[in-house]
């Protein structure tokens, strides 16, 4: 690859058993995830990002704000949302609250964009369903405008029209880093390059290597639309443990329980071993296992897709928060190392053998 792989992690705020096996208040998850965050921080990881929900399973309502506490603990890593739903907030404000952790953080924010996975927010906000498409073009085409972080001239249907608008705070950079999220749909590809953002999928489920031709597609409409070219990440599920059969025995009851749930809500069956296995399994889009195992199936995914980031969703249910902290830990510093080794590695087999280079 042309550069290092930027290695990350990813939370929804997932609430969690405690040591006796019942779910902690939703306040001390929050302090958790901070404590998580920091421990990301000393072990040298790149990215730390947390999600957006309104629902009982997952605590992290107001992203923006347990980044900021993070921001105060942390010195390195870089912070951002996985993901902000851009549908049902204003761009306005969702921009000046990132350009100020941004200045808080001393410019390590960044922000994922995308509609999410769940649709609690359209009631809770007023909104309506039926505009599910039109209210993310429209304030993603607005979001657009406002990282320019010039005067702003813009109109649509879903939000009150402005003109020749300054926004404040500004970034030091003159730019917030911006992602766009998706889940596998052709015409999100499209939206991302069409306002020439990076594009980070969701690989939760099926092959990783069947989203090479959404990265082809991507990579091919941002050169027809005269774009520069942009950065891919992947998001996905995992968990790293001393062996992969520890790995697997620990995830699996709570990864089964939240598939479960929220399958009762989606109509889907209930989740089989097999079918876990099948995720874990090489080609699966599980990043579970010994720190070998999952830095292989990383670099694998990596040269395959020809990423730049790659982000652990490591939060998987009520898995508990000691067991996450020791995943973290082995995640930074032996899943990192050996990944960036085996990237390198890959690298160095394909150049080619110039005179002189061989003694």
């Not at 042309?2 to 902690?24: C, K, P, R």
């Not at 509609?115 to 906000?125: A, I, M, N, Q, Y």
């Not at 025995?249 to 989740?271: L, N, T």
Request: no cysteine.
């Amino acid at each position: 690859m042309e550069q290092e792989l930027e290695l990350g992690l990813d939370t929804f705020g997932d609430v969690t058993y405690d040591a006796d096996g019942q779910l902690l208040p939703q306040p001390q998850v929050l302090r958790n995830v901070v404590a998580e965050a920091v421990l990301a921080d000393e072990v040298g990881l790149d990215f730390f990002g947390v999600g957006e929900h309104h629902r009982e399973d997952f605590a992290v309502s107001a992203p923006e704000v347990v980044l900021a506490a993070i921001a105060g603990r942390t010195d390195d890593i870089r912070l951002g949302s996985a993901v902000t739903v851009l549908s049902s907030d204003d761009p306005v404000r969702v921009y000046q609250r990132f350009a100020t952790l941004d200045a808080v953080s001393n410019g390590r924010a960044e922000v994922i964009l995308g509609r999410g996975s769940f649709t609690e927010s359209f009631p809770l906000f007023g909104l309506e369903l039926g505009q599910y498409e039109e209210l993310f073009e429209e304030k993603l085409a607005l979001f657009a405008e406002l990282r320019k972080e010039g005067p702003v001239t813009w109109s649509g249907r879903t939000r009150a029209a402005l003109e020749d608008q300054a926004v404040y705070p500004p970034t030091a950079s003159g730019s917030l880093r911006t992602w766009v999220g998706v889940g596998g749909s052709p015409e999100s590809v499209i939206r991302a390059a069409r306002h020439g953002l990076p594009l980070m999928l969701a690989i939760i489920g099926g092959e990783p290597r069947s989203f090479a031709p959404l990265v082809d597609l991507y990579h091919r409409a941002l050169d027809h639309l005269g774009q520069s070219p942009q950065p891919v990440g992947v998001h996905a599920p995992g968990y790293v443990a001393e062996t992969d059969q520890q790995a697997r025995d620990e995830m699996w009851p709570h990864y089964a329980a939240m598939q479960d749930r929220i399958g009762r809500e989606r109509g889907w069956s209930p989740m089989t071993r097999a079918q876990f296995e099948r995720g874990a399994g090489p080609d699966g889009a599980l990043f579970v296992g010994s720190p070998e195992t999952v830095a292989a199936k990383i670099a694998e995914v990596a040269s395959d897709l020809g990423l730049a980031r790659f982000d652990l969703k490591y939060s998987l249910g009520t898995l508990p928060h000691e067991k996450l902290m020791r995943g973290i830990e082995l995640y930074g510093t032996e899943v990192a190392p050996l990944v960036r080794q085996l990237l390198g590695q890959a690298v160095a087999l394909a150049e080619p053998v110039t005179a002189g280079s061989a003694a």
